[in-house]
């Protein structure tokens, strides 16, 4: 079976087709904002000029016939930019006669990272520009344990990155500099119960910079704060839901230092580590087109009159009758 999967929940524009094994055509378009964030009308006008060229590049290399589905990315994300996905896949699901599949986001990074790991029954850290999120099932949902009680992870690394005059996006950029910090200076460490808070922490870390404190150690105190939030929530829920695994998504899953703290974590507490390659961690159409396959083969299809976007579509919302 071949799903085609269509990822444009904000800057990134991603049109893929999967099968069971492997993804066999991805073409991916991001948009990439001039100066400062990401405007939600911008990205999504870049969304509508440039899908059907990503469109075409993928039927020159897969026969339209051999669809079964069509997934696409429902939410959350930006009204803007939703709406001209959903709208593209009920086109094309019409046009071709295929069933239609309206995809949650996280959930499917969650998926694509089991997917491509092996991992079985993960607690997930998913970390990327807007959710920052500590997730694992229990029974036939994901639930959510932990997240940001105001921005995501990869937000406040742009910017900060921003505020020291680095362009978008900015956590590369800061786990470059951080490699060359040397001194760790003291910022906000926000964990409460199992929620963590990073707002608090880009403002300190904006005003040592202001003081005078190199950009490498400002990069340097950052992550290693916010990571080790990330990692004692990561830990806590480990110990409470007595799981074994641990599996990295995101975009800000890149990040070898966290990579690095999550290891040492797992390996105190002999859990496995698991992280999926790199070009399936940020957002990416092929994480939306397995998961759609996922639920198709388990029954889910979604009717053209429920295939509006949910800009707050939440994974719990999710009935998961897979394995
Ligand atoms: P979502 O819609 O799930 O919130 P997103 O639109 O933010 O996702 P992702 O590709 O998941 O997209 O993540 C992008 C974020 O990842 C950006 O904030 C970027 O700075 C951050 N990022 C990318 N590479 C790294 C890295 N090596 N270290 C830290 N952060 C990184
Ligand atoms: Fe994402």
Redesign the pocket.
């Known amino acids: 079976m071949k799903a085609l999967g269509i990822e444009g929940?904000?800057?990134?524009l991603s049109v893929a087709v999967v099968d069971e094994n492997d993804v066999i055509v991805m073409e991916s378009d991001p948009y990439i904002p001039k100066e400062g964030g990401?405007h939600p009308r911008e990205a999504s006008q870049h969304h509508s000029e440039r899908i059907g060229e990503l469109i075409r590049r993928v039927f020159a290399k897969v026969n339209p016939e051999e669809i079964d589905v069509i997934a696409f990315s429902q939410g959350?994300?930006m009204g803007p930019c939703l709406r001209v996905v959903a709208t593209v896949a009920r086109v094309l699901a019409l046009k071709l006669n295929k069933p239609l599949v309206g995809v949650n986001?996280?959930l499917a990074?969650v998926e694509v990272g089991r997917w491509k790991t092996g991992a079985k029954n993960p607690v997930t850290l998913?970390?990327?520009?807007?959710?920052s999120q500590v997730i694992a099932r229990r029974g036939n949902r994901y639930r959510v344990f932990g997240e940001t009680l105001d921005i995501?992870?990869?937000?406040?690394?742009?910017k900060l990155?921003r505020h020291m005059g680095l362009k978008?996006?900015?956590?590369?950029?800061?786990?470059?500099l951080a490699k060359d910090g040397r001194n760790y200076y003291e910022l906000p460490y926000v964990v409460k119960g199992m929620d963590f808070s990073f707002s608090g922490l880009v403002t300190a870390a904006q005003r040592l910079y202001d003081s005078g404190v190199s950009k490498e150690d400002v990069a340097f105190s950052f992550?290693e704060t916010a990571f080790a939030m990330l990692t004692e929530v990561t830990e806590r829920a480990l110990a409470y839901l007595d799981l074994d695994e641990v599996l990295l998504?995101?975009?800000?899953?890149?990040?070898?230092?966290?990579q690095e703290m999550l290891r040492i974590m797992c390996e105190d507490r002999g859990a496995k580590f698991y992280a999926p390659p790199k070009y399936l961690?940020?957002?990416?159409g092929a994480m939306i087109a397995y998961t759609g396959l996922l639920m198709f083969k388990h029954g889910h299809v979604t009717p053209i009159e429920e295939s509006y976007a949910k800009p707050d579509f939440r994974i719990e919302s999710v009935e998961v009758n897979w394995q």
Not at 126 to 131: A, C
Not at 249 to 258: E, T
């Open positions: 929940t904000a800057w990134s990401i959350p994300g986001h996280c990074h998913y970390v990327s520009g807007g959710n995501g992870i990869g937000n406040a690394l742009d990155a978008h996006p900015g956590g590369p950029k800061i786990e470059q992550q998504v995101g975009g800000v899953g890149a990040n070898s230092r966290l961690m940020g957002d990416n």
